[in-house]
């Protein structure tokens, strides 16, 4: 809890067993109130071990991808009641201390979004991004920004705090369920106006932090150039789209999130029990 607001971080996980308990002894336990973690199909000890660490865990039966990996964090974060959230990957590249700030940032009341960007304070190719992917983070940064009329120091990092207005408010099921989700969810949050932060997140790059290849991440930056086009086109009324689009059926919710309580099931995940005791 903090200013009276009820803070819970969402961890998106795939393969996450060797990092998720190191990212998880990290967050300040004194500002969060819940910690969920998310499976997709994880083909490691994932859900164990997230059971046995006390967290709220829902598991994917079947691969369904990074975007869609976030529609159910956000939509059993909503289910928690959650003011602020924090969605974190569990692989341990970026800083779980920095929750207590980005949270904070949100629960003044001034930021709607906050992100943890690894080039403010030049800590990315410190951290071991590797340089390919630095020079491809400028460059869509850089024609992001003048598509969108906007002035980010990056649109790509994982780490992000946001209100609850903006994931009731956001059209996130027209999102695709793929890596570029996260790149279509700050274009609309610009679209529909909600003020943006950042601060300086240093990041870590080794062998069991998750990272996509060579070939998604070309697939990642055409995504890219496709959605800032298309938030152009639809700036200068050219194109219709459900991308910014305000129908209702098209955001997360109760018609999306449905529980049957006694099953403790919803329509994208199923809930694991958790052991805290270990």
């Given at each position: 809890?903090?200013?009276?607001?009820?803070?819970?971080?969402?961890?998106?996980?795939?393969?996450?067993?060797?990092?998720?308990?190191?990212?998880?002894?990290?967050?300040?336990?004194?500002?969060?109130?819940?910690?969920?973690?998310?499976?997709?199909?994880?083909?490691?000890?994932?859900?164990?071990?997230?059971?046995?660490?006390?967290?709220?865990?829902?598991?994917?039966?079947?691969?369904?991808?990074?975007?869609?990996?976030?529609?159910?964090?956000?939509?059993?974060?909503?289910?928690?009641?959650?003011?602020?959230?924090?969605?974190?990957?569990?692989?341990?590249?970026?800083?779980?201390?920095?929750?207590?700030?980005?949270?904070?940032?949100?629960?003044?009341?001034?930021?709607?979004?906050?992100?943890?960007?690894?080039?403010?304070?030049?800590?990315?190719?410190?951290?071991?991004?590797?340089?390919?992917?630095?020079?491809?983070?400028?460059?869509?940064?850089?024609?992001?920004?003048?598509?969108?009329?906007?002035?980010?120091?990056?649109?790509?990092?994982?780490?992000?705090?946001?209100?609850?207005?903006?994931?009731?408010?956001?059209?996130?099921?027209?999102?695709?369920?793929?890596?570029?989700?996260?790149?279509?969810?700050?274009?609309?949050a610009i679209?529909?106006?909600?003020?943006?932060?950042?601060?300086?997140?240093?990041?870590?790059?080794?062998?069991?932090?998750?990272s996509i290849?060579?070939?998604r991440s070309?697939?990642?930056?055409?995504?890219?150039?496709?959605?800032?086009?298309?938030?152009?086109?639809?700036?200068?009324?050219?194109?219709?789209?459900?991308?910014?689009?305000?129908?209702?059926?098209?955001?997360?919710?109760?018609?999306?999130?449905?529980?049957?309580?006694?099953?403790?099931?919803?329509?994208?995940?199923?809930?694991?029990?958790?052991?805290?005791?270990?």
């Amino acid at each position: 809890m903090l200013h009276g607001k009820k803070v819970v971080v969402v961890l998106p996980a795939y393969r996450a067993e060797k990092t998720l308990e190191r990212t998880v002894r990290e967050i300040p336990l004194d500002v969060v109130d819940e910690i969920v973690l998310v499976d997709d199909a994880s083909s490691d000890n994932t859900v164990e071990l997230s059971s046995q660490l006390g967290l709220r865990t829902f598991t994917h039966e079947t691969n369904l991808g990074y975007g869609a990996n976030q529609k159910t964090c956000y939509l059993e974060a909503l289910k928690l009641d959650a003011d602020i959230i924090i969605m974190l990957h569990p692989d341990y590249q970026y800083d779980p201390r920095l929750v207590t700030a980005m949270s904070a940032m949100v629960a003044s009341g001034i930021f709607d979004v906050v992100l943890g960007s690894r080039i403010l304070g030049s800590t990315a190719l410190r951290g071991g991004m590797p340089f390919y992917k630095y020079v491809a983070n400028r460059i869509l940064t850089l024609f992001q920004n003048l598509m969108l009329s906007a002035k980010l120091s990056e649109y790509h990092t994982g780490y992000r705090a946001f209100s609850r207005r903006v994931l009731e408010t956001l059209p996130l099921l027209a999102n695709s369920d793929d890596f570029v989700f996260d790149n279509q969810v700050l274009t609309q949050a610009i679209a529909f106006e909600f003020p943006i932060g950042e601060i300086s997140c240093p990041t870590k790059y080794f062998p069991e932090a998750s990272s996509i290849n060579f070939r998604r991440s070309v697939v990642y930056g055409i995504g890219v150039l496709a959605t800032s086009v298309l938030y152009r086109l639809w700036r200068w009324r050219l194109v219709k789209t459900r991308l910014f689009s305000e129908r209702p059926t098209l955001r997360l919710g109760s018609r999306y999130y449905h529980q049957d309580e006694r099953s403790g099931r919803s329509e994208a995940g199923h809930e694991v029990a958790s052991n805290p005791s270990g």
